[in-house]
């Protein structure tokens, strides 16, 4: 497994009733140990979190599947992250 950094940067569209579900769908990720840290940026402009993942494309498959990616809240990037530190 790889770890996948994956930046979601709210869009105009960003409405909060969309956390819920949001949270929801990260303890399911956690669940089944993928999840490896979440965090919301100080600014409000959006948040980050780390999966784990075979490859990029599964990565991508994963996250997109967000609440915060299918309502168009967020846009979200996906970065394969080789951690050296």
């Known amino acids: 497994m790889r770890k996948y950094l994956v930046m979601a940067m709210r869009t105009p569209r960003f409405d909060g009733?969309?956390?819920e579900?949001?949270?929801?769908?990260?303890?399911?990720?956690?669940?089944r140990g993928q999840l490896v840290e979440t965090g919301k940026f100080t600014?409000?402009?959006?948040?980050?979190y780390v999966v784990l993942a075979e490859s990029l494309d599964a990565a991508s498959e994963l996250v997109f599947s967000d609440p915060i990616h299918t309502s168009g809240a967020s846009e979200?990037?996906?970065y394969e992250w080789e951690i050296t530190g």
């Open 17 to 19: 009733s969309v956390a």
């Open 76 to 78: 979200l990037t996906v």
């Open 21 to 31: 579900p949001h949270r929801a769908w990260l303890d399911t990720v956690r669940e």
């Open 43 to 48: 600014d409000g402009s959006g948040g980050a």
